[in-house]
Protein backbone atom coordinates (compact mmCIF):
# COMPACT_ATOMS: atom_id res chain seq x y z
CA UNK A 1 0.00 0.00 0.00
CA UNK A 2 3.09 2.73 0.39
CA UNK A 3 4.20 1.93 -2.85
CA UNK A 4 0.63 2.66 -4.40
CA UNK A 5 0.88 6.02 -1.97
CA UNK A 6 4.55 6.85 -3.67
CA UNK A 7 3.56 6.20 -6.59
CA UNK A 8 0.41 8.25 -6.89
CA UNK A 9 2.27 10.95 -5.20
CA UNK A 10 5.01 11.03 -8.05
CA UNK A 11 2.05 11.73 -10.50
CA UNK A 12 0.23 14.28 -8.38
CA UNK A 13 2.92 15.84 -5.66
CA UNK A 14 0.43 18.77 -4.60
CA UNK A 15 -2.62 16.65 -3.97
CA UNK A 16 -3.90 17.41 -0.20
CA UNK A 17 -6.32 14.52 -0.37
CA UNK A 18 -3.65 12.07 -1.15
CA UNK A 19 -0.72 13.24 1.34
CA UNK A 20 -3.24 13.62 3.92
CA UNK A 21 -4.17 10.03 3.28
CA UNK A 22 -0.64 9.07 3.18
CA UNK A 23 -0.23 10.65 6.03
CA UNK A 24 -2.83 9.24 8.05
CA UNK A 25 -1.60 5.87 6.41
CA UNK A 26 2.20 6.18 7.96
CA UNK A 27 0.54 7.36 11.22
CA UNK A 28 -1.80 4.68 11.76
CA UNK A 29 -0.09 1.34 9.59
CA UNK A 30 3.52 2.39 9.43
CA UNK A 31 3.93 4.14 12.79
CA UNK A 32 6.08 6.44 11.90
CA UNK A 33 5.13 9.26 13.17
CA UNK A 34 8.06 11.85 11.89
CA UNK A 35 7.09 10.58 8.13
CA UNK A 36 3.25 11.56 9.22
CA UNK A 37 3.53 14.78 10.34
CA UNK A 38 6.15 15.90 6.96
CA UNK A 39 3.18 14.57 4.89
CA UNK A 40 -0.06 15.93 7.21
CA UNK A 41 1.96 19.30 7.03
CA UNK A 42 2.76 18.95 3.13
CA UNK A 43 -1.17 18.67 2.76
CA UNK A 44 -1.98 21.56 5.37
CA UNK A 45 -0.01 23.75 2.70
CA UNK A 46 -1.66 22.69 -0.29
CA UNK A 47 -5.01 22.95 1.20
CA UNK A 48 -5.24 25.48 4.23
CA UNK A 49 -8.33 25.24 5.05
CA UNK A 50 -9.29 21.74 5.43
CA UNK A 51 -10.46 21.15 8.87
CA UNK A 52 -10.77 17.74 9.17
CA UNK A 53 -6.71 17.84 8.17
CA UNK A 54 -5.72 20.77 10.29
CA UNK A 55 -7.57 18.31 13.01
CA UNK A 56 -5.32 15.10 12.03
CA UNK A 57 -2.40 17.50 12.60
CA UNK A 58 -3.43 18.98 15.94
CA UNK A 59 -3.87 14.93 17.21
CA UNK A 60 -0.76 14.00 15.98
CA UNK A 61 1.32 16.71 17.70
CA UNK A 62 -0.41 16.16 20.83
CA UNK A 63 -0.15 12.39 21.14
CA UNK A 64 3.59 12.38 19.79
CA UNK A 65 4.69 15.60 21.22
CA UNK A 66 2.10 16.68 24.25
CA UNK A 67 2.58 19.99 23.25
CA UNK A 68 -0.34 21.53 24.51
CA UNK A 69 -0.08 25.14 22.92
CA UNK A 70 0.83 23.87 19.42
CA UNK A 71 -1.74 21.39 19.14
CA UNK A 72 -4.42 23.63 20.42
CA UNK A 73 -3.34 26.21 17.56
CA UNK A 74 -4.33 24.03 14.82
CA UNK A 75 -7.52 22.11 16.36
CA UNK A 76 -8.48 26.03 16.69
CA UNK A 77 -8.19 26.64 13.01
CA UNK A 78 -9.78 22.81 12.53
CA UNK A 79 -12.68 24.17 13.96
CA UNK A 80 -13.14 27.89 12.67
CA UNK A 81 -12.85 26.31 9.14
CA UNK A 82 -15.54 23.41 9.72
CA UNK A 83 -17.55 24.52 13.02
CA UNK A 84 -20.15 21.83 11.84
CA UNK A 85 -17.74 19.00 10.84
CA UNK A 86 -18.67 16.15 14.16
CA UNK A 87 -15.11 14.15 13.18
CA UNK A 88 -13.64 17.95 13.95
CA UNK A 89 -15.45 19.01 16.88
CA UNK A 90 -14.93 15.16 18.44
CA UNK A 91 -11.46 15.45 17.91
CA UNK A 92 -11.04 18.88 19.38
CA UNK A 93 -13.33 17.68 22.72
CA UNK A 94 -10.94 14.59 23.09
CA UNK A 95 -7.39 16.60 23.06
CA UNK A 96 -9.46 19.35 25.68
CA UNK A 97 -10.24 16.29 28.01
CA UNK A 98 -7.22 14.51 27.84
CA UNK A 99 -4.86 17.98 28.00
CA UNK A 100 -7.35 19.13 31.23
CA UNK A 101 -6.45 15.62 33.02
CA UNK A 102 -2.74 16.49 32.30
CA UNK A 103 -3.23 20.04 33.80
CA UNK A 104 -4.50 18.23 36.93
Known amino acids: MGDYYKQMLKSNP ?4 LLRNYGKFLQEVEGDM ?6 YG ?3 LASPGDG ?3 SLYG ?3 WNTQRN ?7 FDQAVSAS ?5 VLGSYAHFMWEAGEEDE
Open 14 to 17: GDSL
Open 34 to 39: EKAEEY
Open 42 to 44: RAI
Open 52 to 54: ELL
Open 59 to 61: KLI
Open 68 to 74: RERAESY
Open 83 to 87: PDDCM
